[in-house]
């Protein structure tokens, strides 16, 4: 069943942008209307997603853009890395690109980074659109402006915040997400609960069997309240110095359990998942929610089929990786916690209370 | 003899900053003042720059930083590229530099852009101050947020606006500079007269000798009254949609000057010294200026000791070269011509003028 097309405004100043939710958008001639004309379209893309959507996007963009080129890079967070966007250079350079140029990313996270990040840099900044393709980059990178690649010694270090001139989310491209995927997008969509709307956590919790089973008009909800949220609280700071971080519900936990395993191991989204429960657990050990909303909370990841229990990486292990998190100022690990339903904030634990919590949620 | 302290404000809502000019700046505290305190600070700098001025920054910058890191990268256009910018990422990772390093670039052009250029994608951007040390850095890069690094497929391809929290311009720095730089740098000075201030043009008339002489005093001026023009013009258009052109007035020719001579043969500054002639040359045949103007400007450029006479690559090669500058449109070559003494605009010629310039100023 197909959704009504929903457009949500990104306010920045001069670098606004809206983001289209719906059905059938890549191949709406409407979606690439107010595009810049004249110049050349750049598809940035992987194997897997072009045999699925180029021939399609391609058959859009030819009516507005003059050459159309298409660039293929490896497929995962492996080849997030200097040499694919080397490889990105290489091929705008060899076609001659220009300032007028427009780059699509289409595909998922390490697609969007990789493409945004090199349109951010070309010539200094060509214009960029976003085409995602799995339900996390349709709820994650749509909205905030980040794109980086990994260095061998970090995660996300090299990048540039960097506004696309419009997202396409076309929920069509989700039928072919794999479930593990699904459900680790819908981590980041659970999130939004806690953490801003405890409206939107409930509407989550009623109409759960409909995101599972993939009906547009409840993906559509979602997405478009997923981005609104974010860009609400994206809007109050840009540059992520305070407010932003509650973004970051479950990821610290979450960050030890991926670089604890191995990135990869876990998808980003699982890590999260379960980093939730932690972090809603660490959050009634604080006294600040009760034991039945964190019950509420779990049960909800158990139904994305994401993990609720960590690997079993030993206590010690987990307070050495998180203490090298990023977020983290000098050796003292922040959290976000969960205030109330629906409000977050930033804080410290103490190690003990965080052992605890450790110890009740690893296998 | 020493000069004040100037200071030039330049005004970009809240990313503006002040260039200081002056003597002695780099041993003055206060050259440091207000600059993000408690970090680390990281020193990018090439080997013949370490050797003369490392120790003096370093002592300054001990009473305001934690760590103090030299990084330092090879001399030369040539190294302006992925490999350098890589290098100043492996070390900011292995040293743990985190959002509070503050990355102070100390040399010329090829440091200023590797190393700001690799300050805004650190961590998706870090805090960067310019030391420039040539006077081309001081009068050219200081303004403008421009940084690049090069492709082999074209110089400048990669980089990012990307604003400095303070330049200091130091001129005993200047006292180093082999002629043939001091000369390179003097021609960005003397392009500042014909495209927007005839009253500064008279000046460096009357004050040729002083600046050649490295004098503190009209130096400090030199560059001062530089970086004020360059401000007005990039304030007016700061991602270079128009206006900003004008401070290309030379740079069509010389760019042909320097890719057919092969890249590093002339300095940037002499091909656009040379340039300079050949376009003040096209003005006066566009009946826009006089015979006495191209003279005066002529003369100022020969007692620079910059060359007025192009190489003979032949009329077609230039040609050829100018086609493919980043600034043609369509195969059009356009010129930045000088309308009136202390106003410039961009536009086209037709290729016979254009041929008669060629051949009236080369070998």
Known sequence: MNAKTERVAIHLDNRSYDILVGTSLLDQPSSFDELAQGGDAVIVTNPTVAGLYKLRLLASLRGHFNETLVIEIADGEAYKNLDSLNQVFDALLTYRCNRKSVVFALGGGVVGDVAGFAAACYMRGVAFVQVPTTLLAQVDSSVGGKTAINHPLGKNMIGAF????????DLDTLDTLPDRELSAGLAEVIKYGPIADDTFFSWIET?????WSRDKKALAYAVKRSCEIKAWVVGQDERESGLRAILNFGHTFGHAIEAGMGYGTWLHGEAVGCGMVMAADLSRRLGLIDAGYVERLTRLIERAKLPICGPALGVDRYLDLMRIDKKSEGGEIRFVVIDAPGRASVRS????????????HTA
């Open 207 to 211: 109409n759960f069997d409909a995101l």
């Open 349 to 360: 634990a103490h190690d003990d209370l965080v052992r605890d919590v450790i110890t009740a």
């Open 162 to 169: 960097y506004q696309p001139l419009r997202v396409i989310a």
